[in-house]
């Protein structure tokens, strides 16, 4: 097995078994708060591996849910969740609270 081959195994075991997010990993942080996203407009950057942090100060469950990602997670009241992600495009991804759509509305720029 090549070097190449046992660094992608061993990132692809790392996401599957829920590691700690890996040096290399850009991480944003997201706050859902009175049923909001804040900020509404996450940046990270292009061509790199990300982990939003998404920490709910409400004491009801959210969703942080988007297609164009497609990954959704659920954050329990008072806890934080992490929804990690290869690495992107550049381009713009929206993303919504699955149980407060009206309100929890954001999007990720990837720059």
Known sequence: MSLRQTLSSCLLLALITNHP????????????????FQPEELHAPADRPLVIEVENRDSTIEEFESYDLDR???????????????????????FFGDFHRKTAQGVLVVE
């Open 21 to 36: 997010v890996l040096a290399s990993d850009a991480t944003v942080h997201l706050v859902i708060h009175d049923h909001h």
């Open 72 to 94: 959704e997670q659920r954050v329990k009241g008072g806890e934080t969740g992490a929804v990690r992600l290869g690495a992107l495009a550049r381009g713009r991804y929206p």
